[in-house]
Nanobody
Framework: VQLQASGGGLVQTGGSLRLSCLASGRRFSNNGMGWFRQAPGKEREFVAAINWRGDSTLYEDSVKGRFTISRDNAKNTVYLQMNSLKPEDTAVYYC?????????????????WGQGTQVTVSS
């Protein structure tokens, strides 16, 4: 089972990036999915989550209105569209699959984790 995150990179303040997370080895169409991030010297934190059907989402307050999580179960892929990026969004972003069908803010609810993709926002 593997979650492969991609789409990170270097972008200027105000720019956009779209992260993708492709699952292989098993299907996650019945699992909630989430994105987390870890900035240098900080603990990993919740960013966004989505339920198995894709019709219920959760966001960390600082990304509401700027980030959008979505999923395509036919492609076994979850996305994170990030707009109006700020330097404080700089971090390694991880995707994860929950053991539950609903989305969750709690890292303990997520069993499978991707390797992370670096997002750097320059000021």
């Amino acid at each position: 089972v593997q979650l492969q995150a991609s789409g990170g990179g270097l972008v200027q303040t105000g720019g956009s990036l779209r992260l993708s997370c492709l699952a292989s080895g098993r299907r996650f169409s019945n699992n909630g999915m989430g994105w987390f991030r870890q900035a240098p010297g900080k603990e990993r934190e919740f960013v966004a989550a989505i339920n198995w059907r894709g019709d219920s989402t959760l966001y960390e307050d600082s990304v509401k209105g700027r980030f959008t999580i979505s999923r395509d179960n036919a492609k076994n892929t979850v996305y994170l569209q990030m707009n109006s990026l700020k330097p404080e969004d700089t971090a390694v972003y991880y995707c994860a699959a929950s053991i539950y069908a609903y989305g969750s803010r709690r890292q303990g609810d997520f069993r499978f984790w991707g390797q992370g993709t670096q997002v750097t926002v320059s000021s």
